[in-house]
């Protein structure tokens, strides 16, 4: 019977039984001092490795450290698969690691993609970089790709990969829309082309009719998410109980697609709520509302910021959007950008509600009983009980005109101490 010593990083002498409790144990020892783990990790590690059988781990270890890894960052791996060190030092480690220097890999970029999925070490990298190459992608869209899902160095490209590419391209994807799509979003490539992405986009086709607008609808990676095909079913038919889907159906193409470009998402209540918004509009008044939105200073990108936001902002009449607006931005002094970033602000009613409650703190803040720490978002847009009793109820014996001015029988004039925006 044969015993193998191990000092733990305890300094605790411990002899090891090789034919009985630890039959790996030159594995243990050679996983604590060169790699740095403890006794009970080593132990656990050895389980899935036999150095005994390895021709030159050692050089493995100093392969990963000559391209910049740290030995921590070589002892993460390690830990996520020891089996890296039984690898082909010669035919696949080295040739992999070039690869990946080509592609501006070292150091910690190299650790943080190899983290994700060490045995991409172990793949044949040249042939998959190779396929990429030479189907359109540049190698900085190459290095996106590794660095977004390195496991996708594991599969077959040719059988897995080139159906996909060649079914998009059929759909009008030139290589460099395919390229961008695909490197931008790369999980993509491991949906399943029968059952997720073909159905993915007949359903496209039954919403939107002409594959043109399909194209431009698939443009948009979001749809192509788990799931997300499933849920255009019922938003569907939400749009037709609202009646969305009785204008012409070249017009709710394009509605979609513009919806699919703005990039809401498919399984989200906004979808619904920006389609039905445009759907209420025709592309005159859309325009003229954007414009009435501009004259108070607002960009097209704040704009459509707030429509994302809030899509129903853009279901007010042109004459409500200047009204509040106005209201906002003249009577209290509130920036446009905050509106934008508070589109809610416009579904309210302004003689019911927003000046009401304004008159309100119009008479507070004269009896100096209000300073200027509520916001005005916050003050128009809380619940009315609440509201009632932080600023009515409690005042109401000592100021009882402010129950006057909640009812909106005092006159407003304007607040005599600016609100927090």
């Known amino acids: 019977m044969e015993f193998y010593y191990i000092q733990t990083q305890s300094h605790t002498n411990l002899y090891i039984n090789t034919d009985y409790k630890y039959p790996q144990s030159l594995t243990v020892s050679f996983l604590q001092d060169s790699c740095g783990f403890s006794l009970e990790s080593a132990v656990s590690y050895s389980k899935k490795l036999n150095i005994e059988n390895v021709k030159n781990p050692n050089s493995i270890l100093d392969l990963l450290r000559n391209h910049g890894l740290t030995q921590t960052h070589i002892g993460n791996l390690i830990r996520i698969r020891p089996l890296l060190l039984s690898a082909d030092l010669d035919n696949t480690l080295m040739p992999n690691m070039e690869v990946f220097e080509s592609l501006g890999f070292s150091g910690s970029s190299l650790a943080k993609m190899l983290s994700k999925h060490p045995a991409v070490l172990e793949s044949d990298a040249h042939a998959a970089v190779e396929f990429f190459r030479a189907h359109g992608f540049s190698d900085k869209q190459i290095t996106t790709l590794t660095m977004k899902r390195p496991s996708l160095y594991l599969y077959n490209a040719d059988k897995i990969f080139k159906p996909k590419l060649e079914f998009f391209k059929s759909l009008g994807f030139s290589d460099f829309e395919i390229a961008k799509l695909l490197s931008s979003e790369p999980y993509i490539l491991t949906r399943s082309l029968e059952n997720h992405i073909i159905p993915c986009v007949q359903m496209l086709r039954r919403v939107l009719g002409i594959d043109e607008n399909v194209l431009k609808a698939t443009a948009c990676y979001q749809i192509f998410e788990s799931n997300k095909i499933h849920m255009l079913h019922p938003n569907i038919d939400t749009l037709k109980s609202h009646g969305s889907l009785l204008i012409c159906s070249n017009r709710f193409s394009e509605i979609v697609s513009e ?13 619904v709520l920006a389609i039905r918004s445009m759907a209420q509009n025709t592309k005159k008044l859309w325009g003229q509302k954007v414009e009435a939105f501009r004259s108070f200073g607002l960009s097209e990108d704040e704009i459509y910021a707030a429509f994302k936001r809030q899509p129903m902002c853009m279901s007010c009449s042109e004459k409500k959007i200047k009204k509040m607006m106005g209201f906002f931005v003249n009577k209290l002094k509130m920036k446009p950008s905050m509106i934008s970033k508070s589109p809610n602000l416009l579904l309210l009613s302004l003689e019911k509600r927003v000046i009401p409650r304004c008159s309100v703190m119009q008479v507070l803040m004269l009896k ?15 619940a009315e009980k609440k509201f009632m009793v932080r600023f009515v109820s409690k005042y109401q014996n000592e100021v009882p005109v402010v129950v006057r001015a909640h009812q909106g029988k005092i006159e407003f004039q304007g607040l005599p101490i600016a609100m927090k925006m």
């Open 368 to 382: 100096g009983l209000m300073k200027d720490d509520i916001g005005i978002v916050y003050m128009v847009t809380m």
């Open 259 to 271: 919806v699919m470009k703005l990039g809401f998402d498919p399984n989200c209540r906004q979808f």
